[in-house]
């Protein structure tokens, strides 16, 4: 297998990161996930991406420790509590408490390291700018930016080979998401969207995540195989 075969893929435990894996695996990639610890507080999705890793065989699954520190000001990662289903409509004009600073610059600062290391020819990442919490770096914008960036600062786009940003998601809503990944054998069982899950590792149910993702299982009418405290 050539280096050009080989993707860097984003692997979160979420639906749309297991999807985005599958459309890698699917395209014949030989896929390096990447996971990172940086101080949340859901300690649930790193679990989850073990057993996605394992379900589609992914030896080359690295678990990356950040500094906590460095994303506090969010209620992912600090003790602020994360707004449930009597909080006000998401305004996309405003970032939400739960925007984590910086996250997807640093994750994929690290995939682009990763991939010029090992001569990946991609970073696959699942970001969603249709149902979505309205954070700016899942927004189309950030990533033609990022992709600019890699063109003009690494070797790579100097020597116009740029590695290549791959967000194959940006542009579905949520329920077209899981269609696509049922279509390529996901098992979203083992999968975490919950932005914050009780001590047991149920699901909220009344985070803004776990809202939009039930409400994508019902407009597909398939049940979610993720069991919910409430």
Request: aromatic share 6%.
């Amino acid at each position: 297998m050539s280096d050009a075969d080989t993707a860097i893929v984003l692997l979160s435990g979420g639906l749309d990161s297991a999807t985005i894996l599958a459309m890698a695996r699917a395209e014949g990639r030989h896929c390096i996930a990447l996971t990172f610890s940086y101080g949340q507080r859901c300690l649930a999705e790193l679990e989850a991406t073990r057993r996605i890793a394992a379900a589609m065989n992914v030896r080359d699954h690295h678990l990356i420790h950040l500094e906590p520190s460095a994303f506090g000001g969010s209620a992912l990662t600090g003790d602020a509590p994360v707004p449930k289903l009597d909080a006000p409509p998401t305004d996309h004009t405003r970032i939400p408490i739960t925007y984590v600073p910086a996250r997807n610059i640093v994750f994929l600062a690290h995939g682009l390291a990763w991939s010029e290391s090992v001569g990946a020819s991609e970073i696959f990442i699942g970001v969603n700018a249709v149902d979505y919490s309205g954070y700016p770096d899942c927004r189309p914008r950030f990533i033609d930016a990022f992709q600019h960036m890699i063109d003009v600062g690494t070797r790579g786009g100097v020597e116009q080979n740029s590695v290549r940003i791959r967000a194959p998601l940006i542009d579905l809503p949520k329920h077209e998401i899981i269609r696509r990944g049922l279509d390529l054998g996901v098992d979203y069982a083992l999968t975490m969207s919950c932005y914050d899950p009780d001590a047991r590792g149920l699901s909220c149910g009344n985070c803004e995540s776990c809202r939009i993702r039930r409400d994508a299982f019902a407009k597909l009418r398939i049940e979610d195989p993720v069991p919910y405290a409430a």
